[in-house]
């Protein structure tokens, strides 16, 4: 399942969704982004995402079927908000079941790192000294790139 929204999650509500998601679960692998204040500048207040409706929701379904076709993915679930977010606001939460947790931590890492790159969403850093868009890091691209190997 997927949601793009703006207002906040509940991880632990998202995680026992995932708990509850049937047999043959044995192993839960969740991720949770936080805003930081460490951005391209030093005085980070928070963020403001843009994405690109119906294309952002295509793009994820995308990642998840690759995953399930590389590993052993029962349910997947990806929240990501948009809209003004403060620091230390959630943005991101990945979850994964499946039988075994190898393939629980492996799709959830490559949806994340995914989801860095492939997902049409736009991150703009607010801060006192101004707002600017950010650009993808070279590193984000690279573990990106990582998975095609």
């Known amino acids: 399942m997927i949601s793009i929204q703006t207002e906040d999650f509940d991880s632990g509500a998202e995680y026992t969704a995932l708990r509850n998601s049937g047999a043959g679960t044995g192993a839960i692998a969740t991720f949770t982004g936080l805003v930081r204040d460490s951005g391209?500048?030093?005085?980070?207040?928070?963020?403001?995402?843009?994405?690109?409706?119906?294309?952002?929701?295509?793009?994820?379904?995308?990642?998840?079927?690759?995953?399930?076709?590389?590993?052993?993915?029962?349910?997947?679930?990806?929240?990501h908000r948009v809209g003004k977010l403060l620091l230390q606001e959630q943005i991101v939460f990945v979850g994964i079941c499946s039988a075994h947790r190898g393939d629980a931590f492996a799709a959830?890492?490559?949806?994340?790192?995914?989801?860095?790159?492939?997902?049409?969403?736009?991150?703009?850093?607010?801060?006192?000294?101004?707002?600017?868009?950010?650009?993808?890091?070279?590193?984000?691209?690279?573990?990106?790139?990582?998975w095609d190997k």
């Open 108 to 146: 959830c890492e490559f949806i994340m790192d995914a989801l860095k790159t492939s997902a049409p969403f736009w991150k703009k850093e607010l801060s006192e000294s101004g707002e600017h868009w950010v650009e993808q890091k070279a590193s984000d691209v690279a573990r990106g790139q990582a």
């Open 40 to 79: 391209d500048t030093q005085d980070v207040s928070g963020l403001f995402l843009e994405h690109y409706p119906g294309m952002t929701e295509q793009v994820i379904a995308g990642l998840i079927k690759d995953a399930s076709q590389r590993w052993d993915v029962r349910k997947a679930r990806v929240i």
